[in-house]
């Protein structure tokens, strides 16, 4: 299947976002408001808490637990 034919009703595009360090936070802020942006998180070699950035890091009130294949 490709992506825009498995559960979504749009065709997505995976890519990869690459900003300064001092930049990320925010950047990452202002891309999470919009309703087209999707996040995944997988940093290799790392467990939960050793991101330089985990303290940043809260659950979301908006959105669900996540369940492994969607948000429903």
């Given at each position: 299947?490709t ?34 942006v999707?996040?995944?998180?997988l ?6 808490g ?23």
């Amino acid at each position: 299947t490709t992506m825009g034919s498995f559960v979504r009703s749009e065709e997505m595009r995976f890519c990869q976002l690459i900003v300064e360090k001092e930049a990320a936070f925010n950047c990452v802020a202002e891309l999470g408001k919009q309703p087209y942006v999707q996040f995944k998180d997988l940093p290799k070699g790392k467990q939960h808490g050793q991101w330089s950035y985990d303290a940043h890091l809260r659950p979301s009130d908006y959105y669900p637990p996540w369940n492994g294949r969607d948000w429903r």
